[in-house]
């Protein structure tokens, strides 16, 4: 699973922050890994510092139980950080300092540290719009290229747009990419706001017909509280969303449930099963400050809510 990893600071209170470690793919790592636990080996793949809060970031993806094999380091930069602000409907802000993150070399430090063998025998190949967004042309390319070479060994393919306008020089360059990452895909996970800003499409059946076209055979479109509708080999149905008895955070909101569905998917479950367990990992999730939620409360949701039950 290959993205950034930031410094994630939310606000417990007026003036004190709690620091934590997140970033779209990585979000969805952690909730695919618990979810699982040792059934599957999950693999970041992102560039950190050699500074001490790369060191922090190091351990806090270790302690996830998540493979570090290709979290590659250099020591000309360090890790992004961003601000989380949420009012009072949950809803979020972002404040990020990202300029120089480490992340961004990270197609760099695979090619010159010789890792790229560190990706043969791969099942599951994910990605996002952002992991395109912070990389140069030049390693976009390069990322572009190797994903083909995935695919052609026999790896599926993952992507799920989430369009950050501020990364991109406009929205055509965002759109050209995005399609071309479609045209990859295996699997794809957007969601509905990102298309009617980028595409124009007027809701999920607009969505789900641009990915059909694009040749993507399992796509889940996502469309918050009005739910998903999806369409995998050919099969089209809608699953609905979980009620939320309130929202405190809607952080990772997609991640997790990408997260989720990816794991009962891998589980062996049926697309609808997934969609189910996904919402409902979602729902938990946005009841919660911040991206990833403390390993207590995430342990109690499995027992209420365990996977094999979907």
Request: charged letters at 20%; a negative charge.
């Amino acid at each position: 699973m290959m993205g950034e990893c930031m410094v994630e600071l939310f606000q417990l209170v007026e003036n004190v922050y709690h620091q934590n470690f997140a970033g779209d793919v990585f979000n969805t790592a952690v909730y695919l890994k618990r979810s699982l636990g040792n059934e599957a080996q999950v693999q970041f793949f992102s560039a950190i510092g050699t500074d001490l809060i790369s060191d922090k970031l190091l351990r806090a993806v270790q302690d996830e139980k998540i493979d570090t094999d290709l979290l590659l380091r250099t020591k000309s930069a360090r890790p992004g950080l961003y601000m989380i602000n949420t009012d009072c409907f949950g809803e979020r802000s972002f404040v990020y300092w990202r300029e120089t993150s480490a992340a961004k070399q990270v197609l760099q430090c695979l090619q010159s540290q010789q890792k790229r063998a560190a990706l043969d025998g791969s099942t599951l190949f994910y990605f996002s719009g952002i992991t395109l967004a912070i990389l140069s042309p030049d390693d976009r390319e390069m990322l572009f290229a190797l994903v083909a070479e995935l695919k052609a060994a026999g790896c599926r393919i993952g992507f799920d747009p989430n369009y950050r306008p501020a990364l991109w020089q406009n929205a055509e360059q965002a759109r050209d990419n995005f399609i071309r990452a479609y045209q990859l895909s295996d699997l794809a996970l957007p969601g509905v706001d990102d298309h009617k800003v980028l595409f124009d499409d007027a809701d999920s059946a607009a969505v789900l017909a641009r990915l059909v076209s694009y040749g993507v055979q399992e796509i889940i479109v996502k469309n918050g509280k009005d739910g998903v509708l999806a369409q995998v080999e050919g099969d089209s149905f809608f699953s609905p969303a979980v009620q939320v008895k309130k929202v405190v955070d809607t952080t990772a909101a997609g991640d997790s449930y990408n997260g989720g569905y990816l794991s009962a998917r891998m589980q062996g479950k049926s697309a609808k099963a997934a969609c189910q367990y996904a919402a409902t990992l979602a729902a938990f999730v946005v009841e919660h400050t911040g991206a990833i939620v403390a390993k207590d409360k995430f342990a109690e949701f499995q027992r209420q809510h365990p996977l094999t039950d979907f």
